[in-house]
């Protein structure tokens, strides 16, 4: 128990409140105090007519988090005669009443609790900024590595579990995808359970440790860089494996570290005519797909992982405690939609272990081709395609740079018009609902000046032609020998996607850089790759990313569609989003993660990010 201004605290835990309130409330809390710390003081100063002083009664104990002890005047005359009257001035009281205001603003304004009220038992005495969270020191990362070491039984360094091995950290703090800068992690850890994570969290929080999840590996944004000052990956590929599979609800239960395209397969040799639809690159797998919010050239059938594909998820939080998101019925209307919230926030809220993701079943599909004389012809007749509502699973546009390396990089079996082209995938139920589906795409693209219109006769050809437009990467390096390549997406309303490719393609030819464009036009989404060979071209590449998103961003689009955030996009949020929803976004990474030790550094902007001019 102790007493400051006259505020009895009922205990120790309950003064740690104060650490749990925003600074608004502290402030009026603190402020509070003071006010009645004045009243306290008026009633107990002695008169100056030798009066008795004012004493105070003892409080009984009490739950509530502090309680005002009141004084009571023992002026009372018995022989009916009013007590005197007290002539004291009131002007050091309200002096002394402003100040502790002053202070209780200050405390409460600040991050950082003054070391003077240590005594308090408030916490510690530093608590993270917005921006510049507090980590341990080398020292601590040691102590954690050391304990990691304990907790998983790994007092042999080569089991693996818990790795410091360097080209382990190069792998997991550096991508050869991407661009961005990035700084090698202290420690690779490989759990295999829930549980496991839950250790992680909590020696990471005990020592003030980044921790940074990893799935495939594939992102593009630097959404698994290491942090500057080090920290704990996660690595997930050891939680791989599919815990259920409810053939008649369409749904499977699975850990986060298997990819897509292994449920695919396997649900296919176990003869389930069912399938998972979001298809992002080749080595994608389930936790870093739901992180990034993905989708890939189905999106125009199926849609993105922010529709209804991820039922609920497992997730530990950064309080170490583990929470599932929702019951696995197809739909609920019980609440806040907790599992979007873990949706696109690519590790920043908490680690996934568990998922249980919808399926949806196999249809008849084929593959047609067909050339334009421009791409603003080609979205036009996507528009028109879309709106007929026939059965098109995905339609993508790839520009005549892509399909001249196309022509290069010789994998393909077919030369290909080194003009603007549209792949199609066309699905129905029977082979009669596909035929008759190109035969009404057909008719419509002619009208906007297509030529060539291919439909692949058997299901081989039908393969191989998709396989053409699935190695946009590979084949797209063979157009600069010795190339780099840096690969970007935005997205924009579909009306507007002639507009932005027109405008972006003219941009790149005048900085002097050879590209590929290719796009889920049905969605507005489209993915240019920028070669470079030299640090003069790169910088031009970054130069390109810029201002292609900035133009996306003018036409009402993003500038992501589906690669995520991660390093590379976060600056433009404010422009996108709005000061407010991004404010928005940060208040609840502080809510779940106060310490701000889940993925540092990505998805939220700094504030300095505010003002382009400091971009």
Same mark, same amino acid.
């Given at each position: 128990m102790c007493h400051l201004f006259g505020v009895r605290y009922s205990s120790h835990d309950h003064a740690r409140f104060l650490l749990t309130e925003t600074p608004t409330l502290v402030n009026i809390k603190f402020s509070l105090s003071c006010v009645m710390f004045r009243s306290r003081l008026l009633r107990a100063i002695p008169s100056r007519s030798g009066g008795n002083t004012s004493t105070h009664r003892v409080l009984r104990p009490s739950f509530r988090p502090f309680e005002f002890a009141v004084p009571r005047s023992r002026h009372a005359s018995t022989s009916g005669t009013s007590a005197p009257s007290r002539t004291t001035s009131s002007f050091p009281v309200l002096l002394g009443a402003l100040t502790c205001a002053l202070i209780g603003y200050t405390i409460g304004s600040s991050t950082t609790l003054p070391s003077s009220l240590a005594f308090l038992g408030l916490g510690r005495q530093q608590v993270p900024t917005d921006d510049e969270p507090i980590y341990g020191t080398?020292?601590?990362?040691?102590?954690?590595?050391?304990?990691?070491?304990? &907790?998983?039984?790994? $007092?042999?360094?080569?089991? %693996?579990?818990?790795? !410091?091995?360097?080209?382990?950290?190069?792998?997991?703090?550096?991508?050869?995808?991407?661009?961005?800068p990035g700084a090698l992690h202290t420690v690779v850890v490989y759990p295999t359970s829930t549980e496991d994570?839950?250790?992680?969290?909590?020696?990471?929080?005990?020592?003030?440790?980044p921790i940074t999840p990893f799935s495939g590996g594939t992102s593009l944004e630097g959404n698994y860089r290491g942090h500057a000052t080090g920290?704990?990956?996660?690595?997930?590929?050891?939680?791989?494996?599919?815990l259920e599979i409810h053939e008649q609800d369409s749904d499977i239960v699975c850990q986060p570290g298997v990819?897509?395209?292994?449920?695919?397969?396997?649900?296919?040799?176990?003869?389930?005519?069912?399938?998972?639809?979001?298809?992002?690159?080749?080595? &994608?797998?389930?936790? $870093?797909?739901?992180?990034? %919010?993905?989708?890939? !050239?189905?999106?125009?059938?199926?849609?993105?992982?922010?529709?209804?594909w991820f039922l609920n998820a497992t997730v530990v939080l950064p309080s170490g405690e583990v929470i599932k998101t929702r019951q696995r019925a197809r739909k609920s209307s019980a609440g806040f939609d907790v599992t979007k919230l873990f949706i696109g926030a690519e590790g920043t809220l908490g680690i996934?272990?568990?998922?249980?993701?919808?399926?949806?079943?196999?249809?008849?599909?084929?593959?047609?081709?067909?050339?334009?004389?421009?791409?603003?012809?080609?979205?036009e007749a996507v528009i028109d395609v879309m709106n007929r509502g026939v059965g098109i699973q995905c339609v993508e546009l790839c520009d005549s740079e892509f399909m001249r390396s196309t022509n290069l990089f010789g994998a393909s079996e077919r030369t290909y018009p080194e003009v603007d082209s549209l792949f199609f995938k066309f699905q129905g139920p029977t082979q009669a609902s596909i035929k008759e589906t190109a035969h009404i795409v057909k008719e419509i693209v002619k009208r906007h000046g297509a030529t060539g219109f291919e439909l692949a006769r058997n299901e081989k050809e039908a393969k191989d032609l998709w396989a053409?437009?699935?190695?946009?990467?590979?084949?797209?390096?063979?157009?600069?020998?010795?190339?780099?390549?840096?690969?970007?997406?935005?997205?924009v309303p579909v009306s507007r996607l002639p507009d932005l490719v027109y405008e972006t393609k003219q941009d790149i030819q005048q900085l002097g850089l050879v590209s590929t464009i290719v796009g889920h036009v049905g969605d507005g989404n489209f993915h240019a790759l920028l070669l470079f060979q030299n640090d003069v071209q790169l910088a031009?590449?970054?130069?390109?990313?810029?201002?292609?998103?900035?133009?996306?961003i003018r036409m009402e689009g993003t500038c992501t569609g589906e690669h995520g955030v991660g390093i590379g996009k976060r600056e433009y949020l404010y422009s996108e989003l709005g000061q407010g929803t991004v404010d928005l976004m940060r208040s609840i990474k502080k809510t779940i993660d106060p310490l701000g030790l889940f993925n540092p550094g990505k998805l939220y902007p700094d504030k300095s990010m505010k003002n382009p001019e400091k971009r």
């Open positions: 080398p020292a601590d990362f040691q102590k954690a590595i050391q304990e990691l070491r304990q &907790a998983f039984s790994d $007092g042999d360094q080569n089991s %693996g579990i818990v790795s !410091t091995d360097p080209e382990d950290l190069r792998v997991h703090g550096f991508s050869e995808n991407d661009y961005h994570v839950v250790k992680i969290v909590k020696i990471a929080t005990k020592y003030r440790m920290g704990i990956c996660v690595d997930m590929s050891n939680m791989d494996k599919i990819g897509w395209m292994e449920i695919n397969e396997t649900l296919q040799k176990k003869g389930i005519p069912l399938f998972f639809p979001l298809d992002p690159g080749p080595g &994608a797998t389930i936790g $870093g797909m739901m992180s990034t %919010g993905c989708s890939g !050239t189905n999106a125009v059938r199926y849609g993105t992982a922010k529709g209804e996934i272990t568990e998922v249980t993701i919808r399926l949806t079943p196999v249809l008849p599909t084929t593959v047609a081709v067909v050339q334009f004389p421009n791409v603003k012809k080609a979205t053409d437009r699935k190695n946009a990467l590979y084949s797209g390096l063979a157009l600069l020998e010795g190339s780099r390549g840096w690969s970007t997406d935005v997205c031009k590449a970054r130069e390109a990313v810029h201002r292609m998103v900035e133009r996306a």
